[in-house]
């Protein structure tokens, strides 16, 4: 419930913010790593002002290959635990992953219709590639680009910034190559 609450959160504020004089309300950007690019994914799909939305290796993503996987030992360990803990004899997955498809970030990137940036961790433990593959391949937008950075984890990549300064800086029609 906190995640969903978080995300009315972020369309409260930038209703706020976007009545300020000095504002374009009409070209808004969203940025965010893990959870923050979870919900920027988010924010742009509720949000049809955002023209950009960058996203770096977003976390609430495809829950069903986490579950898939069992791996208890990452960022998803206690979703894995309540959905062992709670479905013991497997009977309740379906229902368990259904309720929370209203998070995934799977289910928003479908809905994106601004330019996309996202960011890919080679390495990511926490996210891992493959899922992060598959909210970027969920994307509709024709103007989205991929940065696969091979030699990371989910931590900071100092090149990642230098790609969202230019990305930034684009002209708002500029579609990409």
Same mark, same amino acid.
């Given at each position: &419930?906190?995640?969903?609450?978080?995300?009315?959160?972020?369309?409260?504020?930038? =209703?706020?913010?976007?009545?300020?004089?000095?504002?374009?309300?009409?070209?808004?950007?969203?940025?965010?790593?893990?959870?923050?690019?979870?919900?920027?994914? &988010?924010?742009?799909?509720?949000?049809?002002?955002?023209?950009?939305?960058?996203?770096?290796?977003?976390?609430?993503?495809?829950?069903?290959?986490?579950?898939?996987?069992?791996?208890?030992?990452?960022?998803?360990?206690?979703?894995?635990?309540?959905? =062992?803990?709670? +479905?013991?004899?497997?009977?309740?997955?379906?229902?368990?992953?259904?309720?929370?498809?209203?998070?995934?970030?799977?289910?928003?990137?479908?809905?994106?219709?601004?330019?996309?940036?996202?960011?890919?961790? +080679?390495?990511?433990?926490?996210?891992? %590639?493959?899922?992060?593959?598959?909210?970027?391949? +969920?994307?509709?937008?024709? %103007? %989205?680009? &991929?940065?696969?950075?091979? %030699?990371?984890?989910?931590?900071?990549?100092?090149?990642?910034?230098?790609?969202?300064?230019?990305?930034?800086?684009?002209?708002?029609?500029?579609?990409?190559?």
């Amino acid at each position: &419930m906190i995640f969903y609450k978080n995300i009315l959160d972020t369309l409260i504020l930038s =209703r706020i913010v976007t009545s300020f004089d000095d504002v374009d309300s009409q070209n808004i950007a969203s940025y965010g790593a893990s959870q923050g690019g979870a919900f920027s994914i &988010m924010f742009a799909a509720l949000n049809k002002s955002v023209t950009k939305c960058i996203s770096l290796y977003p976390f609430l993503s495809d829950f069903q290959t986490f579950y898939d996987f069992d791996n208890r030992n990452n960022a998803y360990a206690e979703f894995i635990h309540h959905g =062992r803990w709670f +479905n013991t004899k497997g009977e309740n997955t379906k229902s368990f992953l259904n309720n929370l498809y209203y998070i995934d970030t799977l289910n928003f990137a479908k809905l994106l219709k601004c330019h996309v940036l996202f960011g890919i961790s +080679n390495l990511d433990e926490d996210c891992p %590639k493959v899922t992060q593959e598959k909210v970027f391949n +969920n994307i509709k937008s024709k %103007k %989205k680009k &991929m940065y696969l950075q091979k %030699k990371y984890y989910h931590e900071n990549i100092p090149h990642f910034n230098d790609e969202v300064f230019n990305f930034l800086l684009e002209e708002k029609n500029r579609s990409f190559k």
